[in-house]
Each structure stands twice: as structure tokens, then as C-alpha cells.
């Protein structure tokens, strides 16, 4: 059975081309382009990982979001994929235990990087 994704993103290009290239490698996604969306979501399915943006709605849109689901979901693997420091200058990291603690993700990713190496990083999250 394949896993399942949970991608949101508020840019539809990013989430329709990022949708695509899963499919390919044979996951299947839900995708939600906002906070509000993905929230309904998770009420009635538990993704087996999740790729978040960091700014939608509001700038933490992402860091509420995966606050949310890793407390309903406390095994399910989060992926933050952001191009807010390209944007702002600002860059976040998942090194320290603090970090790691206040972000809720498992993994940070800087937007741009390629589906192959999406795909490595998610098979490694879900141990495949």
C-alpha cells in the first residue's frame, strides 16, 4: 500500500509540480494549500509523513501546523520545506535539541531542492 503524503503549500505551482513528482515515485499525496485546509484534514486522516510550508497564512503558518500535528500525531515524520531564507535572510536549523524542539520537524529544507533528493530524504524519514 503506498504511503501517504500530506503536502501543503499556499504556492499552487510548487504544490502541483511537488504533487506530481511524488505520485511518480508512488506515494500517494493529499494536498492543502493553507493551514486552515490542511487542519480539516488531519481531522479525518493521519498521513504516514507530512511537507509543510513555513509562511502561508500568516508567517508561522508552518511552525503552527506542525506544533498541531505532531501533538495528534506524535510518530508521524514532518518535513518543513520553505524559501524563507532566500526571502527574508532569516535561516532556521534543526541542530540543536532546542531547535529541534520549537520547529516540531524531523527535517528543514531550503525550497529548490530536487525531487530526487525529496525522495531520498522522505525514504529515510519512513525507513523505506
Not at 31 to 50: C, G, N, R, T, W
Not at 81 to 91: C, K, N
Not at 93 to 120: C, P, R, V
Amino acid at each position: 500500500m503506498a504511503k501517504k503524503i500530506l503536502l501543503v503549500d499556499d504556492d499552487p505551482d510548487f504544490l502541483y509540480q511537488t504533487k506530481l513528482q511524488l505520485e511518480k515515485f508512488g506515494f500517494e499525496v493529499i494536498s492543502a494549500d493553507s493551514q486552515l485546509e490542511a487542519e480539516e484534514i488531519l481531522l479525518k486522516v493521519k498521513p504516514d509523513l507530512a511537507i509543510l510550508d513555513l509562511m502561508m497564512e500568516s508567517e508561522d503558518s508552518g511552525f503552527i501546523l506542525s506544533y498541531k500535528l505532531r501533538h495528534k500525531y506524535p510518530d508521524v515524520p514532518i518535513i518543513i520545506a520553505t524559501a524563507v531564507s532566500a526571502e527574508t535572510g532569516i535561516f532556521f536549523g534543526l541542530e540543536s535539541d532546542e531547535e529541534k524542539k520549537w520547529i516540531n520537524a524531523d527535517l528543514y529544507l531550503e525550497k529548490g531542492i530536487t525531487a530526487e533528493q525529496l525522495n531520498k530524504e522522505i525514504s529515510k524519514l519512513l525507513k523505506l
